[in-house]
């Protein structure tokens, strides 16, 4: 018992001050003043919160962030119990595993807008590499390989800054070449 409600009565219990595990909150933010804790929030909470945003969404609007986030949330407990339950494979378990222990890293996209949700944007860009070697039957040279790479990389960049091909080859002959503004 405690007069206060808070970080006061939580220091006096003596509890959460010394605590190194995980605590599973409701996203309280006193609780987050106890740095040795690692947290873990409630999603049981979270769920009861985006079911009363679902449930003021306009009549007749089908799509709510909301919904689609509880559904997800949903998902992924779901093949979490099931993942468990059924003991798998090495495999399995190791992408298990992976997306337990990386999942901040996974997520990134979800808390940085600068951080796309793939990197398929850049696997394009090496797979015509792949492409010309597969129909060529190889690059010539390392150096005819390099030079390759270098120019679709400039162009791939250029495009990225919505500069055409034919304008980003014309002043790079020009020895004026485009170079992208650094961020």
């Given at each position: 018992?405690?007069?206060?409600?808070?970080?006061?009565?939580m220091?006096?219990?003596g509890?959460?001050?010394?605590?190194?595990?995980?605590?599973?909150?409701?996203?309280?933010?006193?609780?987050?003043?106890?740095?040795?804790?690692?947290?873990?929030?409630?999603?049981?909470?979270?769920?009861?919160?985006?079911?009363?945003?679902?449930?003021?969404?306009?009549?007749?609007?089908?799509?709510?962030?909301?919904?689609?986030?509880?559904?997800?949330?949903?998902?992924?407990?779901?093949?979490?119990?099931?993942?468990?339950?059924?003991?798998?494979?090495?495999?399995?378990?190791?992408?298990?595993?992976?997306?337990?222990?990386?999942?901040?890293?996974?997520?990134?996209?979800?808390?940085?807008?600068?951080?796309?949700?793939?990197?398929?944007?850049?696997?394009?860009?090496?797979?015509?590499?792949?492409?010309?070697?597969?129909?060529?039957?190889?690059?010539?040279?390392?150096?005819?390989?390099?030079?390759?790479?270098?120019?679709?990389?400039?162009?791939?960049?250029?495009?990225?800054?919505?500069?055409?091909?034919?304008?980003a080859?014309?002043?790079?002959?020009?020895?004026?070449?485009?170079?992208?503004?650094?961020?």
């Amino acid at each position: 018992m405690h007069d206060k409600r808070g970080t006061a009565a939580m220091n006096a219990a003596g509890v959460l001050p010394n605590f190194h595990g995980v605590a599973v909150h409701d996203a309280w933010a006193p609780y987050d003043t106890y740095r040795n804790a690692t947290h873990a929030l409630c999603n049981a909470h979270v769920l009861r919160e985006l079911q009363a945003v679902t449930d003021h969404n306009p009549p007749g609007q089908t799509w709510c962030w909301a919904r689609q986030t509880t559904d997800a949330l949903v998902d992924l407990k779901n093949l979490v119990d099931a993942a468990l339950a059924t003991n798998p494979q090495a495999k399995h378990n190791t992408l298990a595993r992976r997306l337990i222990k990386r999942e901040t890293d996974y997520l990134r996209f979800t808390t940085n807008p600068l951080v796309p949700f793939d990197n398929n944007a850049a696997e394009r860009e090496i797979r015509m590499i792949k492409l010309r070697q597969k129909v060529s039957g190889c690059l010539r040279t390392l150096t005819g390989a390099e030079q390759f790479c270098a120019i679709r990389s400039y162009l791939a960049t250029a495009a990225k800054h919505n500069i055409g091909s034919f304008d980003a080859l014309t002043t790079l002959a020009e020895d004026n070449p485009w170079m992208p503004t650094a961020r």
